[in-house]
């Protein structure tokens, strides 16, 4: 199976700033890649697919890229409703996801 | 507008069967992909298999010997079944649309303990 290595495991950032979460493939996923945002007790939301794709009602803050083996979620201009678990999902392969990132407000 | 929503029991006894319903609304499931998805404890996150919208499954090879979806097209409803349960597989399961998962049910804890 695919394994995915998501950094970093935790996040501190203020209001208005830039984050990046970054995920890793064991191996060539070519842009099969999903990302997603869940907030406690709830079930995840999809933000991005096809590793640059937005979904339908994201706010345009939230950005994917990479390719290959090298993945990132970008959030700009960071909100108070951004405080979530984000996590990466490969769909390349069966599907496997990274451990999440805990973002959190400084 | 799509949604899922998972049944069952909360609590099942290990070397039992855990046995989950999803339904769902607006969308049919003879379009698509439907699978299940479980988040365990520490927030680990795994996808255990899909049913196509063919009726064709796919399994997560660690669970393989183990598990079976199955469907209900004259209801609109697709089925998980987990055959000798233990402690490891307590979590919360949810159903999603989708190789990625862009609609998801609200979750159901299931509790593996005697």
């Known amino acids: 199976d695919i394994q995915m290595t998501q950094s970093p495991a935790s996040l501190s950032a203020s209001l208005g700033e830039t984050v990046t979460i970054e995920c890793r493939a064991s191996?060539?996923?070519?842009?099969?890649l999903a990302w997603y945002q869940q907030k406690p007790g709830k079930s995840p939301q999809l933000l991005i697919y096809n590793a640059n794709s937005l979904h339908t009602g994201v706010p345009s803050r939230f950005s994917g890229s990479g390719s290959g083996t090298q993945y990132s979620l970008k959030i700009n201009s960071l909100q108070s409703e951004d405080v979530a678990s984000y996590f990466c999902?490969?769909?390349?392969?069966?599907?496997?996801f990274g451990g999440g990132t805990k973002l959190e407000l400084k | 507008e799509v949604q899922l929503q998972e049944s069952g029991p909360g609590l099942v006894k290990p070397s039992q069967s855990l046995s989950l319903t999803c339904s769902v609304t607006?969308?049919?499931?003879?379009?698509?992909?439907w699978g299940w998805i479980r988040k365990f404890p520490g927030n680990k996150m795994e996808w255990m298999g899909y049913i196509s919208y063919s009726g064709s499954t796919s399994y997560n090879p660690s669970l393989k010997s183990r598990i079976s979806i199955t469907r209900d097209t004259s209801k609109n409803q697709f089925f998980l079944q987990l055959n000798s349960v233990t402690t490891e597989d307590t979590a919360t399961y949810y159903c999603?649309?989708?190789?990625?998962?862009?609609?998801w049910g609200q979750g159901v804890m299931v509790t593996v303990s005697s």
């Open positions: 999603a649309s989708g190789h990625y998962f862009d609609y």
């Open positions: 607006g969308y049919s499931i003879t379009s698509n992909y």
């Open positions: 191996e060539d996923i070519y842009n099969g």
């Open positions: 999902q490969q769909y390349y392969n069966y599907p496997t």
